[in-house]
């Protein structure tokens, strides 16, 4: 189908809410979280599922205004019956689905072709039901992480969890004696990052599954964005203000780039200058710019 979707708005925050707990469902809309997943897999036991899917399928008619906060659905994998039978939320229309555990860029396809039909049916305006995959799950899915560039304009962001391959692939722990992912997670990280710097989508960076280490969170969620991440996913109220302020630029961020930025406006021509002791050339103007349009879109917040 020949649509230009609008474009999405980035997120920092995607918290996920077991969708079958109406506690929680309350509890998620309180928070700052850019975005919630109304979680219809893993989290949900199998026979809720069908509760879950009548819930959060009501909570989106319930927040039709998306404003300040996104709604997201994760349905399940894309091969099950069940999968099917979530996309009833599209009636709700979500802003996005997350797809989990995908092999290749070849789901996103045809869950976008699903969508351009259910959209027409349920009266959602085509194309706006973005897609982010969940893309390191599987064996396969390490890959093709490749194949995203181009997929669909439905393609949002993409994502990575270390949970699904670890069992995937027989392993007993995903860690390393000294804490750290093990080189395959490290791996499947990586690859999420560049795949979706690939596609000009939205990197977002796994979970932090310690909801009760926030010193844990903050040094993962600062070494995200160093890394090339802009946003995060969180199982925990409590974990959304800490990736919010660690996706934000800080305040020195802030100064630094725009003295870098009116240094190459007040210079032009010039493709490299100093500035206190520092070369700056091209790919650290790009990257000067991309804070300020970073603290330009979160002020409010
Ligand atoms: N979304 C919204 N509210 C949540 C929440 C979440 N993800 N996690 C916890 N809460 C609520 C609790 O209901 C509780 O509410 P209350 O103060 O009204 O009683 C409050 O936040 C504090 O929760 P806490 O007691 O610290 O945690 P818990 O033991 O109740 O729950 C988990 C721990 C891990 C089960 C819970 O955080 C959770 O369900 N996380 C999401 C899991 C998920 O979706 N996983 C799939 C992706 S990997
Ligand atoms: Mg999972």
Not at 3 to 32: H, M, N, Q, W, Y
């Amino acid at each position: 189908m020949n649509f230009a979707p609008s474009p999405i708005r980035p997120a920092r925050s995607f918290l996920f809410v077991p969708a079958d707990s109406e506690k929680k469902l309350l509890k998620g809309a309180g928070t700052a979280a850019d975005a919630l997943i109304l979680d219809l897999e893993d989290a949900v036991a199998p026979s809720r599922t069908h509760i879950a899917r009548g819930m959060a399928l009501e909570y989106l008619r319930a927040h039709a205004d998306r404003s300040k906060q996104q709604l997201w659905v994760r349905i399940n994998p894309l091969d099950t019956q069940a999968a099917l039978l979530d996309l009833v939320v599209t009636a709700g229309a979500p802003d996005g689905l997350m797809l989990p555990k995908t092999r290749s860029a070849a789901e996103v396809v045809r869950l976008s072709n699903f969508l351009d039909a259910l959209e027409v049916r349920e009266g959602v305006a085509q194309g706006s039901i973005r897609i982010m995959p969940v893309a390191t799950e599987t064996p396969q899915s390490l890959f093709t992480l490749g194949s995203y560039e181009g997929c669909s304009a439905r393609l949002a962001g993409v994502t990575w969890g270390a949970e699904d391959i670890a069992a995937a692939l027989g392993a007993s722990t995903n860690r390393r004696p000294d804490g750290e992912y093990d080189t395959v997670y490290q791996l499947a990280g990586a690859l999420c990052l560049t795949a979706a710097h690939a596609a000009s989508v939205q990197p977002i960076d796994t979970i932090w599954t310690d909801f009760k280490d926030d010193a844990g969170l903050l040094r993962d969620s600062q070494r995200g964005r160093q890394r090339g991440f802009t946003g995060k996913m969180a199982i925990h109220p409590g974990q959304v203000d800490i990736i919010n302020a660690a996706f934000s630029p800080s305040a020195e961020e802030l100064a630094w780039s725009r003295r870098v930025v009116e240094l190459f406006e007040s210079n032009p021509g010039m493709g490299t200058i100093g500035l206190e002791g520092k070369m700056l050339d091209m790919p650290h103007l790009k990257q000067a710019q991309r804070v300020l349009a970073l603290a330009a879109r979160f002020a409010s917040s």
